[in-house]
Structure formats: structure tokens, C-alpha cells
């Protein structure tokens, strides 16, 4: 017999009854962001909730460089990680119109 999967649903419990509520329905708001609508089948509670990616644990294999995530510090200690534990995208550009290396905003006030 072939086992059927569902879709896992997040495990957030009512505030109001405490009952674990269902998602209705999803979207994804940006890279990081999923916005769900969900509801309660206790006490007929429902919202509208974020689901957000804030941390990196493990490297990607595959990085998007438009993606800029901080290192958890658990994940940083964990040496069961494979890959190198630093950002894959952390080359930052020169920056422009700074050939010359310019004095303290006091010190220019000071002697003008």
C-alpha cells in the first residue's frame, strides 16, 4: 500500500483555546516571507500569520546573491556542517569615491 503525503502544517496552537490551528491558505510575500491565513477548528478563531527566514544555519550549496542572511552562532559551533560556515555571497564592493582616505568631521571643524 503506497502511502499518500500531505503537506506538513506548522504547529502553531490558538491563542485563545490553545487547539492546533490550520493553515488555509499560503503565499510567499518576498525570498524570506510566507504569509499564511490560518484557523482554528476549537473556537473558530482565525488570523493571518508570517512565516519569515531570519538565520542561517548550514551554507547553501547553491546561494542566491540576492539573499543576505546572518549566521545563527548555534550553527557557527556545530561541527557536523560540511561546507564552510561563512556566507557564500560576503564579497562586499569597494567603495565609491573613496580614493582618499578623509579626517574626523571634529578635526575638520576644529581647524577651519
Keep these: 500500500m503506497k ?3 500531505r503537506p ?6 490558538c491563542p485563545h483555546c490553545s487547539n492546533r490551528m490550520i493553515t488555509r491558505t499560503s503565499e510567499q510575500v518576498t525570498s524570506t516571507v510566507r504569509e499564511t491565513r490560518m484557523a482554528c477548528d476549537g473556537c473558530g478563531f482565525s488570523c ?3 512565516l519569515s527566514i531570519i538565520l542561517t544555519v548550514r551554507a547553501s550549496e547553491r546561494p542566491n546573491p540576492d539573499i543576505r542572511l546572518p549566521f545563527s552562532s548555534k550553527g557557527l559551533a556545530d561541527p557536523r556542517h ?3 560556515l561563512r556566507p557564500a555571497n560576503d564579497i562586499a564592493p569597494a567603495p565609491a569615491n573613496d580614493d582618499a582616505v578623509l579626517p574626523p568631521a571634529a578635526a575638520t571643524i576644529a581647524s577651519g
Design 82 to 84: 560540511r561546507s564552510p
Design 3 to 5: 502511502r499518500v503525503q
Design 48 to 50: 493571518v500569520a508570517q
Design 8 to 13: 506538513r502544517n506548522i504547529g502553531i496552537g
